[in-house]
């Protein structure tokens, strides 16, 4: 929902995508995947242990070690394989396919090598440079806010309850009878959440920035709508130090994700085609 929801995206694509390039390989079954496996292990391919084998086709140690596979690796593979040379034999394979996947594979792998480099690059920040940035965003780290949710299953209900809640109606009350959140039962009670909190949750800076009622957010789990019934200076500075640790530390490394992005487009052709 909020600025931060990239950022999770890319990083949640980092975590998995050795994962990814394992099954991409495994489920093409080309020997032209196998040869290309080989040259990126070690030189020569000789001296390497095999795991297990169908057919012509090996899988490495070293292959598993690349892609940090769990323990199930081996079985997957065998299976997966076994399919490949099925659908091999059954003249299934479509050349063009199998190229993207290759080039696909390839391209996940080295995206992955450039985000792990620019996330070891960033270094966290220090309890002074968080302490600045504390105080040059004090309506998002030096104060603290009464929260109260309702989420709604889709659009029609959110907004009549919005327009229900505009006219003056109860919003715990319409909590406890109406959200799905799990502070329902307590009328939608947030406790007090700064701003920058907020923010770290995805939520859009006008919520963070919110007094009174809001409108209807959207989010991949309902339609939200929230109220701030109270604010007042932090009383947990500790607490906040580390999401603002934590703030800081996410807009340094998109900062340096957008960076490297836009350097490399600028050096070379980008070109939508429709």
């Known amino acids: 929902m909020g600025k931060s929801t990239p950022l999770i995206l890319w990083l949640l694509t980092a975590v998995v995508a050795g994962a990814t390039l394992f099954v991409l390989l495994s489920h093409t079954g080309s020997s032209e995947i196998e040869s290309i496996s080989d040259e990126a292990s070690v030189p020569g391919g000789t001296g390497r242990e095999i795991l297990a084998s169908v057919g012509p086709h090996n899988l490495y140690a070293s292959d598993i070690a690349f892609v940090r596979a769990g323990d199930n690796a081996v079985d997957s593979w065998i299976q997966d394989q076994l399919f490949a040379c099925a659908a091999e034999e059954a003249d299934l394979e479509n050349s063009a396919v199998s190229k993207f996947v290759q080039e696909r594979a390839k391209q ?17 920040p220090t309890d002074a440079e968080v302490l600045v940035y504390m105080n040059s965003h004090p309506d998002l780290f030096l104060l603290e806010k009464h929260y109260y949710q309702i989420i709604a299953a889709d659009s029609t209900i959110a907004d009549s309850l919005h327009t229900r809640l505009g006219w003056g109606q109860n919003f715990q009350v319409t ?18 959440i700064t701003g920058g909190e907020m923010l770290l949750q995805g939520l859009p800076m006008e919520i963070a920035l919110l007094d009174g009622l809001s409108e209807v957010v959207p989010s991949s789990i309902g339609w939200h709508i929230f109220k701030v ?43 939508v085609v429709h």
């Open 108 to 124: 996940l792998y080295l995206r992955d090598l450039m985000i792990e480099h620019v996330i070891s690059s960033v270094s966290a």
């Open 175 to 192: 909590a406890q009878n109406f959200s799905l959140g799990q502070k329902a039962a307590i009328g939608g009670d947030m406790d007090f």
């Open 229 to 271: 019934s109270e604010t007042r200076e932090i009383t947990d500075t500790l607490r906040v130090m580390r999401s603002a640790s934590e703030g800081l530390y996410n807009s340094r490394l998109e900062a340096a994700l957008d960076s490297v992005l836009t350097m490399t487009e600028n050096r070379l052709a980008v070109e």
